[in-house]
């Protein structure tokens, strides 16, 4: 059975930064790409970043500079670090695997506010 457990989100200050996890089971994680996606109630899932198998990376140009995605194969988990967060950056995060987008974990909440 395929798992994807997010965990790591919170409630931060702007210019703060989280680091949020991904641990992954049921499939074999290092032959697949891992994404990050966002989603603000009333809005469209928006995609923040993809890792690939081969290591190359993909940021949406909203958190270029500020986040970066990262990997642990033999801890089949997924990372994203989230500096300097803004309060547009309030959303549920949710790892997927790419390019399938087969399976979601259950999100985990990002507020970024004073």
């Known amino acids: 059975q395929v798992q994807l457990v997010e965990s790591g989100g919170g409630l931060v200050q702007p210019g703060g930064s989280l680091r949020l996890s991904c641990a992954a089971s049921?499939?074999?994680?290092?032959?697949?790409?891992m994404s990050w996606y966002r989603q603000v109630p009333g809005k469209e899932r928006e995609l923040v970043a993809t890792?690939?198998?081969?290591?190359?990376?993909y940021y949406a140009d909203s958190v270029k500079g500020r986040f970066t995605i990262s990997r642990d194969n033999p801890k089949k988990t997924v990372y994203l670090q989230m500096n300097n967060l803004k309060p547009e950056d309030t959303a549920v995060y949710y790892c997927?695997?790419?390019?399938?987008?087969?399976?979601w974990g259950q999100g985990t909440q990002v507020t970024v506010s004073s």
């Open positions: 997927t695997d790419y390019p399938r987008n087969a399976y």
């Open positions: 049921g499939f074999t994680f290092s032959s697949d790409g």
């Open positions: 890792i690939r198998s081969d290591g190359s990376r």
